[in-house]
């Protein structure tokens, strides 16, 4: 045995061994406090690569799937403003067929048209304002549009209005003769004419700044000199020209397309009606039975004579038109019971004689009624739809109220009494409870409309003409308390084998009109037409974590002009069945778009949900090679804590056997 002082290799073995221990120990420390069982890249130097591959996929992953989700918030946003246009298009069909029924007229279409204007701007300004993350939806790229050919339109669209002024002896001089003309130029618009006391008046100038504040609105009344306003500061007449520009119209083109245009004048004088007796008298009608106050008639012109170069607005006072000598209701239902007035497919004709025409027949064209009771909320009826001007006509809201019950029922006597029948709980009541115990129960108005044509061509002075001189409305008030019997008693008492038509010209002192009619243009430019419905916009999104793996959202670009919708209207009937079917073709397109879009979040929803699983299942794989395995590891550790308590006995052990050697010195 080789006892030694100078080396003690014992205990430098059991050093050894616990050094070798605790670093085991210390790296098991490591895993179970970091939970990673690859901490640096000698832990694992191959698994450490393989971990940061799939977190650079998991982490792209991610990422991806927040993509999508954007993606799924700029799709909602596009389908939820088409949406609200979806409502604006079903309101535009309501408003274009609404405006297709005869039964309104050109001044009702004009209040029509401007609520249908304006829900055109809101849609086009949906169109150019949505957007998601700054980003305009509707914007097309104007590098990436292909332009298909150039098509000629009209640089302005005139409103169809029309106005009609009362003379008076105080205003007829500066009343416009035949037409008025728009000047234009560079600084404006203004107005000039010529008046019926041949000399030329004009209103001062609306620059282009004020025009485009009103919507290219230009009341003549607020811009006439006060040379020629009466003594209250009142404009001899009022007319307002409304026009819009193309979207494409410079100043340029709107000012060449305005300059020297025509609005047209006409002078009218005024007739009245009225029942006589043989001898000519005026007699009574029964009560609640009246006839229109007034005619406008259209040959009024072959009553004025010319004076100096112009006309003189004085009609004649004398009778111009005169009945049969005993009567001129030549032809009439003879029902003299309910039951043969239900059945009755008769209808009326008056006979005239006028100086200068000839013979004059009116024959009904047809009979509407309207009721005092107002549509329920839970009824099929559309609601009327009103401009409340405000701020001096600088602004206007909409405003709504319920509509009455109203309905056109033929030209006969079965028509008037149907009027007092219609079937209950139906869109078309009757006006009698008492008759079918229908939904209306306040009465109403009973209308039957006549028109006037000559029996033979004729021409009289400057004017000729045949049909459609003049028209009038005879109007039967219906109470809560009528039947069926009393209104056909209110009819057989006034038209009759007695009955009497007299038409006669007014007094001339304020009786008389000028009519203004709005102008026209004919003045084009040419207008770039690009190929929107074939170019569609791309948004990419990035939905994988791999260059290319991309989802192309994209889709058509909407516009009114893209839609079809920028010419439309309602001012005229042809105007809005025109609308009808353009309002259809818009809704088709939009409704096409949504459900695009409806797919595009469908299929984002999908490739987010694969993103996901993607994720999970990579980290669920790479979680195997860096983590830890909690169990595992701390038997291990509990294992490297023994055997370094061990070792360290140990080497407090070798340390004492030099104590030994001590004993030998003594």
């Not at 954007?70 to 979806?86: K, P, R, S």
């Not at 007699?283 to 007034?294: C, K, Q, R």
């Amino acid at each position: 045995m080789n006892i030694s002082i100078q080396n003690n290799i014992l205990a430098m073995n059991a050093e050894r061994m616990v050094g070798i221990t605790s670093g085991k120990k210390s790296k098991s420390a490591e895993k179970l406090s970091s939970g990673y069982r690859v901490n640096r890249a000698a832990d694992d130097a191959a698994g450490l690569a393989i971990s940061e591959k799939m977190r650079r996929q998991i982490r792209g992953l991610d990422q991806a799937s927040r993509n999508i989700m954007a993606g799924v918030g700029y799709v909602q946003t596009a389908e939820g403003a088409l949406n609200e246009v979806d409502e604006m298009l079903h309101r535009m069909t309501e408003l274009s067929v609404q405006a297709a029924n005869d039964t309104n007229s050109d001044q009702d279409r004009e209040y029509i048209d401007m609520e249908f204007q304006q829900i055109k701007g809101e849609m086009g300004r949906i169109f150019d304002t949505t957007s998601f993350n700054e980003q305009l939806i509707w914007e097309p790229d104007p590098d990436k549009l292909v332009q298909v050919g150039t098509e000629q339109q009209n640089t302005i669209a005139y409103r169809a209005t029309s106005s009609g002024t009362d003379t008076t002896y105080a205003n007829k001089g500066v009343l416009p003769y035949q037409s008025i003309k728009l000047v234009a130029d560079e600084e404006g618009i203004k107005a000039s004419w010529k008046g019926y006391d041949g000399n030329s008046y004009e209103t001062t100038k609306a620059d282009w700044e004020s025009l485009q504040a009103n919507n290219y609105s230009f009341s003549l009344e607020n811009y006439m000199p006060d040379s020629i306003k009466d003594g209250s500061g009142n404009p001899p007449f009022n007319y307002t020209v409304k026009f819009t520009p193309n979207q494409y119209a410079t100043q340029d083109d709107i000012i060449a397309a305005i300059n020297q245009t025509s609005i047209s004048t006409g002078a009218g004088s005024y007739a009245r009606l009225q029942f006589e007796d043989a001898a000519g008298n005026g007699i009574a009608l029964p009560a609640g039975v009246s006839i229109s106050n007034s005619v406008s008639l259209s040959y009024a012109a072959a009553y004025t004579s010319s004076v100096n170069g112009s006309h003189d607005l004085d009609a004649p006072d004398d009778t111009f038109i005169e009945p049969a000598p005993a009567k001129n209701l030549v032809s009439y239902p003879a029902a003299t019971t309910v039951e043969e007035a239900r059945n009755s497919t008769d209808s009326w004709t008056f006979k005239f004689n006028m100086t200068g025409i000839g013979g004059v027949t009116a024959s009904c064209t047809g009979i509407s009624y309207y009721s005092n009771d107002r549509a329920a909320d839970d009824e099929n009826y559309w609601w009327k739809w009103n401009d409340a001007w405000l701020d001096n006509h600088t602004r206007y809201e909409p405003h709504y109220s319920q509509s009455t019950i109203s309905r056109s029922v033929g030209k006969t006597l079965g028509g008037v009494m149907d009027a007092l029948t219609g079937a209950k709980g139906s869109a078309t009541p009757g006006l009698l409870r008492s008759a079918n115990d229908g939904d209306a129960d306040s009465g109403g108005y009973i209308t039957m409309s006549f028109r006037a044509d000559a029996d033979a061509a004729f021409s009289s002075g400057s004017v000729s003409g045949k049909d459609r001189l003049f028209s009038f409305d005879i109007t039967i008030r219906v109470d809560s308390s009528d039947t069926e019997e009393s209104v056909l008693g209110k009819i057989n008492s006034f038209l009759n084998a007695n009955t009497r038509l007299d038409v006669f010209s007014q007094s001339p002192k304020g009786d008389e009109s000028v009519s203004i009619y709005s102008p026209s243009t004919s003045h084009k430019i040419e207008t770039p037409v690009y190929d929107y419905d074939h170019y569609r916009k791309h948004i990419p999104i990035q939905a994988g974590v791999e260059a290319g793996q991309i989802i192309d959202i994209n889709y058509p670009i909407l516009n009114l002009n893209s839609l079809g919708l920028v010419q439309s209207n309602t001012l005229t009937r042809e105007d809005a069945e025109n609308a009808i079917e353009e309002v259809k073709e818009a809704l088709a397109t939009v409704n096409g778009e949504r459900a695009e879009f409806g797919a595009w979040q469908n299929r984002l929803e999908h490739a987010y949900n694969i993103n996901q699983n993607s994720a999970e299942n990579t980290q669920y794989a790479e979680s195997q090679i860096r983590d830890t395995d909690m169990a595992t590891e701390m038997v291990e550790y509990s294992n490297q804590n023994i055997l370094e308590q061990a070792g360290l006995s140990m080497l407090s052990q070798a340390n004492q056997q030099t104590q030994g050697i001590l004993s030998l010195l003594q």
